[in-house]
């Protein structure tokens, strides 16, 4: 949950970068800011990367809808990086693996 948290935060710094470049110019920064992007954007890109290849290995080996469907999950979540891993967590893997844990208990 928390890698989904910080990859929605590096997609959102990431867009205004490209939107509203003067915002993040280095030589107008406090030295606040700059410690803050540096703080979330490092954990967020080990984590998005770790929360992405997790969720293709769920998606492609034990996700239990037919294969063409989890192809398509599987591409849809490359093209969509890094909010598609983070969609497919909330919409398909959570409630999946909440089941198991109730089976269990």
Same mark, same amino acid.
Do not use: H
């Given at each position: 949950? %928390?890698?989904?948290? @910080? ?9 205004? $970068?490209?939107?509203?470049?003067? %915002?993040?110019?280095?030589?107008? *920064? ?6 803050? @992007? ?6 967020? %890109?080990?984590?998005?990367? /770790? $929360? /992405?290849?997790?969720?293709?290995? =769920? ?11 989890? @192809?398509? *999950? ?8 890094? /909010?598609? *891993?983070?969609? =497919? =967590?909330?919409?398909? =893997? ?7 844990? $109730?089976?269990?208990?």
């Amino acid at each position: 949950m %928390i890698m989904s948290v @910080l990859s929605i935060l590096l997609g959102i710094i990431f867009v205004f $970068m490209t939107y509203l470049p003067a %915002i993040f110019d280095g030589n107008r *920064q406090p030295l606040f800011v700059r410690t803050v @992007l540096l703080i979330i954007a490092v954990p967020a %890109i080990v984590g998005g990367l /770790f $929360m /992405f290849f997790g969720m293709e290995w =769920y998606c492609l080996e034990v996700d239990p809808s037919r294969k063409p469907i989890r @192809l398509l *999950q599987a591409f849809a979540m490359l093209c969509t990086a890094p /909010f598609g *891993q983070v969609i =497919y =967590y909330l919409l398909i =893997y959570r409630p999946q693996t909440q089941r198991v844990e $109730m089976r269990i208990i």
